[in-house]
């Protein structure tokens, strides 16, 4: 006769290797989605709010007498073309933070004089500018513009601040008077 021969399979050896390998290769898994979505945030880097910072440099200078309303030119010396109608221009008289036109109107209503108010930093502007087209001011171009807001006199300073609307940029002049008969700022 035959004598069966039973033979045992332990399974305790089988099953702690395959938890081993697949805790390895979900910590694999995780590990590499984690490095991929790193990469992407790093590689898509938004650089464009630096550039446009690094690239624009406008000049408000000089600022000058025409009738009792200071005009100011503004240039763009900056390496792009500027839309004027993405910055915003403040004045401060005497005593007074810059504020813009309007509030300026309510505050300060002696340092505004009656006409068209601020055209500086607003499709007005094209009527002055050397050639400027759809509110575009060209690298290297200038527009004059009338500001609304009275020339200063003798003694008296007024600063004109223009700042960007939608990134961080701003540039200011001081505008000061020596005497009463000056017809532009030093």
């Known amino acids: ?10 399974r305790k050896g089988i099953t702690p290797i395959i938890a081993t390998v697949l805790l390895l290769g979900i910590t694999v898994a995780i590990g590499l989605t984690v490095y991929t979505q790193a990469q992407g945030m790093i590689g898509n880097t938004d650089t464009s709010n630096i ?4 690239e624009t440099d406008i000049s408000l200078t000089p600022v000058f007498k025409n009738g009792d309303e200071m005009q100011v030119q503004v240039s763009n010396k900056g390496d792009r073309a500027i839309n004027v109608s993405d910055f915003t221009i403040y004045y ?23 006409g068209d108010g601020n055209q500086c ?17 060209e690298q290297g171009e200038r527009a004059s513009c009338s500001t609304g807001v009275k020339f200063p006199g003798a003694l008296e300073s007024v600063e004109i601040r223009v700042e960007a609307d939608d990134f961080d940029y701003d ?4 505008c000061s ?7 532009s700022c030093s």
Do not use: C
Request: glycine fraction near 4%.
């Open 51 to 54: 550039d446009r910072v690094q």
């Open 177 to 183: 008077v020596e005497s009463e008969d000056a017809n």
């Open 171 to 174: 540039q200011s002049t001081m």
């Open 92 to 114: 401060g008289p005497p005593n007074f933070d810059p504020v813009s036109y309007s509030v300026l109107e309510t505050q300060a209503e002696d340092w505004v004089l009656s």
């Open 1 to 10: 006769m035959m004598e069966h021969t039973r033979i045992s399979f332990r």
């Open 121 to 137: 930093f607003t499709s007005n502007m094209s009527a002055g500018a050397d050639s400027m087209d759809n509110d575009i001011l």
